[in-house]
């Protein structure tokens, strides 16, 4: 069988013009391993991508950020970097990469790759370098080894846990066999942590996006950007750190690095963005971070992990257009990522909050009624200012999988002791068409990487294309309106008040024209108000009325 491909022509367009196209851009995270496998090896690959951009355009995408292409033994699904300039077999070859950049900027799509500069692989050359070099060595200074306590030294150095549980020191061996220094991950002990104060450290990475800004991307994800710069000191966590003042979450000279970054980034005649993965509480920490000299945007966490309640996104809303608004950034509207349960089995629970404490084996969730709000959500961060990310597979309403037990690879779950279930559940391949043995994401016979369900095919791209009342007609019309509609690229988010239950605010002024977006949280239907004129429903409008977890976007009377 073959995988589905578009039969209409595909549009071309030129890349929209140097400049801040990136503060209003949808950008598309794709994660290449499950998106299109055209080798047919069960693995997504970059022939897949390449071939499939027409369905990006066809989406109205302005970006793609593909999440770790590189060289890696895949310990953490690739965020264990071994080489920044050489592609994972699986994955293609550089050359591939350079074409697959042309090919998408030619069609007027941008690229963003993935750095990520807390670690690197236990395989690059610089661990096994330093792994085979003495202790006190040049080659050892790049990392975090130091000798354990205790008179053996067999206690580690400090007692941090691990971003994924579990501690963060392994113990080396020397050259005879004997126990000797330990080493620094705060992740898996195969992602050793880099020392930020080495200056070399600095000057690779800074050569890295070079290599990747050369070759035509627009752009960076900075993966872990708050957890570069340690006390190197080392000391155990104090019980309530002061803002800057952890021993390695948000210290304040890890801003020295990103402005380095920025001065990198703003070198070329089309500058290029700085996108921070940035967990932290603390908004007006998180603003620092994209002051005009740093970032240019960053992940906006704070929504995405909010339960689906109208009191608690109209909060995250004004925070988010609050603290952004000091430092003149653009915010930023994310449902998931690779590393968070997907909405429609989210937003489908009892609790619709995200955290990664939380998660469990066998969490029930409506799926009708999360892909209601799923669909809702989709149209309220569409209707905010700033820019979006869509992580693939969400434009199809795939549901989180709970894989079974033998196919799960994710770290998370190993490191909490089997008690979660980890992230696999978001990253299985997509299906292309309704049928075959992998549902059209294999050009080959063979299963896709991780099993893909039962009924995986009833949410393919083939049977939602021309479905009008699918999820991805929706984000397609939803992506439409958005790109063409002069009230959703100004800046002005105006409240509404349609009753308690229901979030509603006005985009736009009188000489833009305005359009209200009301989303319905509450039990009982809201009346469309009077002589307002609908442009897009999440679903279907009867009697006049917005029904619980629907939302609309309209178009004032006195507008235009
Ligand atoms: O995720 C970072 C990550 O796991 C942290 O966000 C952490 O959970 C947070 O600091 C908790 O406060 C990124 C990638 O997205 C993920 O896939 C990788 O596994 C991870 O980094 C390690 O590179």
Same mark, same amino acid.
């Given at each position: 069988?073959?995988?589905?491909?578009?039969?209409?022509?595909?549009?071309?367009?030129?890349?929209?013009?140097?400049?801040?196209?990136?503060?209003?851009?949808?950008?598309?995270?794709?994660?290449?391993?499950?998106?299109?496998?055209?080798?047919?090896?069960?693995?997504?690959?970059?022939?897949?991508?390449?071939?499939?951009?027409?369905?990006?355009?066809?989406?109205?995408?302005?970006?793609?950020?593909?999440?770790?292409?590189?060289?890696?033994?895949?310990?953490?699904?690739?965020?264990?970097?071994?080489?920044?300039?050489?592609?994972?077999?699986? %994955?293609?070859?550089?050359? &591939?990469?350079?074409?697959?950049?042309?090919?998408?900027? $030619?069609? *007027?799509? !941008?690229?963003? =790759? +993935?750095?990520?500069?807390?670690?690197?692989?236990?395989?690059?050359?610089?661990?096994?370098?330093?792994?085979?070099?003495?202790?006190?060595?040049?080659?050892?200074?790049?990392?975090?080894?130091?000798?354990?306590?205790?008179?053996?030294?067999?206690?580690?150095?400090?007692?941090?846990?691990?971003?994924?549980?579990?501690?963060?020191?392994?113990?080396?061996?020397?050259?005879?066999?004997?126990?000797?220094?330990?080493?620094?991950?705060?992740?898996?002990?195969?992602?050793?942590?880099?020392?930020?104060?080495?200056?070399?450290?600095?000057?690779?990475?800074?050569?890295?996006?070079?290599?990747?800004?050369?070759?035509?991307?627009?752009?960076?994800?900075?993966?872990?950007?708050? %957890?570069?710069?340690?006390? &190197?000191?080392?000391?155990?966590?104090?019980?309530?750190? $002061?803002? *800057?003042? !952890?021993?390695? =979450? +948000?210290?304040?000279?890890?801003?020295?690095?990103?402005?380095?970054?920025?001065?990198?980034?703003?070198?070329?005649?089309?500058?290029?963005?700085?996108?921070?993965?940035?967990?932290?509480?603390?908004?007006?920490?998180?603003?620092?971070?994209?002051?005009?000299?740093?970032?240019?945007?960053?992940?906006?966490?704070?929504?995405?992990?909010?339960?689906?309640?109208?009191?608690?996104?109209?909060?995250?809303?004004?925070?988010?257009?609050?603290?952004?608004?000091?430092?003149?950034?653009?915010?930023?509207?994310?449902?998931?990522?690779?590393?968070?349960?997907?909405?429609?089995?989210?937003?489908?629970?009892?609790?619709?909050?995200?955290?990664?404490?939380?998660?469990?084996?066998?969490?029930?969730?409506?799926?009708?009624?999360?892909?209601?709000?799923?669909?809702?959500? $989709?149209?309220?961060?569409?209707?905010?200012?700033?820019?979006?990310?869509?992580?693939?597979?969400?434009?199809?309403?795939?549901?989180?999988?709970?894989?079974?037990?033998?196919?799960?690879?994710?770290?998370?779950?190993?490191?909490?002791?089997?008690?979660?279930?980890?992230?696999?559940?978001?990253?299985?391949?997509?299906?292309?068409?309704?049928?075959?043995?992998?549902?059209?994401?294999?050009?080959?016979?063979?299963?896709?990487?991780?099993?893909?369900?039962?009924?995986?095919?009833?949410?393919?791209?083939?049977?939602?294309?021309?479905?009008?009342?699918?999820?991805?007609?929706?984000?397609?019309?939803?992506?439409?309106?958005?790109?063409?509609?002069?009230?959703?690229?100004?800046?002005?988010?105006?409240?509404?008040?349609?009753?308690?239950?229901?979030?509603?605010?006005?985009?736009?002024?009188?000489?833009?024209?305005?359009?209200?977006?009301?989303?319905?949280?509450?039990?009982?239907?809201?009346?469309?108000?009077?002589?307002?004129?609908?442009?897009?429903?999440?679903?279907?409008?009867?009697?006049?009325?917005?029904?619980?977890?629907?939302?609309?976007?309209?178009?004032?009377?006195?507008?235009?």
């Amino acid at each position: 069988m073959s995988a589905w491909t578009a039969d209409g022509a595909v549009p071309t367009a030129a890349l929209s013009p140097a400049g801040d196209w990136w503060r209003h851009a949808v950008i598309y995270q794709v994660y290449p391993r499950s998106f299109a496998d055209f080798n047919g090896d069960g693995f997504g690959d970059i022939a897949g991508l390449r071939g499939s951009l027409w369905y990006l355009q066809e989406l109205g995408v302005d970006a793609i950020w593909i999440t770790p292409w590189y060289a890696s033994p895949l310990k953490d699904g690739g965020y264990d970097v071994a080489d920044y300039r050489s592609i994972h077999p699986d %994955l293609g070859t550089i050359e &591939e990469a350079e074409a697959l950049i042309a090919e998408a900027n $030619a069609v *007027g799509i !941008h690229t963003i =790759v +993935d750095v990520v500069p807390n670690h690197v692989s236990s395989a690059h050359e610089w661990f096994v370098e330093a792994l085979a070099a003495a202790p006190g060595s040049p080659a050892r200074s790049r990392f975090w080894f130091r000798p354990g306590r205790g008179t053996k030294g067999d206690i580690r150095p400090n007692d941090w846990v691990s971003e994924f549980r579990g501690d963060t020191w392994t113990r080396t061996a020397g050259p005879d066999g004997s126990p000797d220094e330990w080493y620094l991950h705060l992740f898996t002990p195969e992602q050793p942590d880099l020392n930020w104060a080495h200056p070399e450290v600095r000057a690779e990475h800074e050569a890295v996006l070079r290599f990747w800004f050369d070759r035509g991307v627009s752009g960076v994800r900075i993966d872990s950007a708050a %957890l570069l710069a340690k006390d &190197e000191d080392l000391p155990e966590l104090p019980v309530d750190p $002061a803002a *800057g003042s !952890h021993p390695y =979450v +948000d210290r304040d000279d890890v801003h020295d690095v990103y402005r380095a970054w920025r001065t990198v980034a703003d070198s070329y005649p089309d500058p290029k963005l700085l996108v921070g993965e940035v967990w932290l509480p603390d908004v007006a920490r998180f603003a620092q971070y994209l002051r005009p000299d740093e970032l240019h945007t960053a992940f906006n966490f704070d929504f995405m992990t909010r339960p689906w309640k109208a009191c608690d996104l109209r909060e995250s809303i004004e925070t988010t257009l609050c603290c952004h608004r000091l430092v003149e950034a653009p915010p930023t509207w994310v449902l998931s990522n690779h590393d968070v349960t997907r909405p429609v089995t989210r937003y489908g629970r009892a609790d619709t909050a995200f955290s990664f404490a939380t998660r469990r084996f066998g969490t029930p969730s409506d799926l009708a009624l999360g892909t209601r709000r799923a669909r809702a959500a $989709a149209m309220l961060i569409a209707a905010l200012p700033g820019s979006l990310y869509i992580y693939q597979g969400d434009e199809l309403g795939l549901p989180e999988v709970e894989l079974p037990l033998e196919a799960i690879v994710d770290p998370m779950h190993f490191r909490s002791g089997g008690v979660d279930p980890g992230r696999d559940g978001c990253r299985v391949p997509l299906p292309w068409t309704s049928s075959g043995p992998s549902f059209g994401f294999s050009r080959g016979d063979a299963p896709a990487w991780l099993p893909q369900p039962a009924g995986w095919g009833d949410y393919a791209v083939a049977s939602q294309r021309d479905d009008a009342d699918s999820m991805l007609a929706l984000y397609r019309w939803v992506l439409g309106v958005r790109r063409h509609e002069p009230a959703l690229a100004t800046d002005v988010v105006t409240w509404v008040d349609r009753g308690s239950s229901a979030l509603s605010f006005h985009r736009g002024t009188p000489d833009t024209g305005q359009l209200e977006c009301l989303v319905n949280f509450g039990p009982g239907p809201v009346p469309i108000p009077p002589e307002h004129q609908l442009l897009l429903s999440s679903q279907t409008i009867r009697n006049n009325q917005v029904e619980p977890d629907d939302a609309v976007w309209l178009r004032p009377p006195t507008s235009r």
